[in-house]
């Protein structure tokens, strides 16, 4: 769970996509991404039910925050 400084709004992660990110050394990127992009792929994510397509929605974004990329269709403006 993260706190956005502008927003006052707390964000909480998925803590598979957190502990993924920790592990690929990706999380300075995923938390200096603005709240509405992270609140969009946190969405994203867990509009899935099945386990297998959760981890590859979290693998393809742990894969975009190691390249310091957004995924394409969750950019923030």
Same mark, same amino acid.
């Given at each position: 769970?993260?706190? +956005? =400084?502008? $927003?006052?709004?707390?964000?909480?992660?998925?803590?598979?996509?957190?502990?993924?990110? *920790?592990?690929?050394?990706?999380?300075?990127?995923?938390? +200096? =991404?603005? $709240?509405?992009?992270?609140?969009?792929?946190?969405?994203?994510?867990?509009?899935?039910? *099945?386990?297998?397509?959760?981890?590859?929605?979290?693998?393809?974004?742990?894969?975009?925050?190691?390249?310091?990329?957004?995924?394409?269709?969750?950019?923030?403006?």
């Amino acid at each position: 769970m993260s706190q +956005d =400084s502008g $927003a006052r709004e707390f964000i909480v992660e998925p803590q598979e996509l957190l502990d993924a990110l *920790r592990v690929a050394r990706a999380q300075s990127y995923w938390l +200096d =991404s603005s $709240a509405t992009y992270r609140q969009s792929i946190i969405s994203w994510i867990e509009k899935t039910k *099945r386990r297998g397509a959760k981890m590859k929605r979290i693998e393809s974004v742990v894969d975009h925050c190691v390249r310091g990329e957004q995924l394409p269709n969750h950019r923030s403006s």
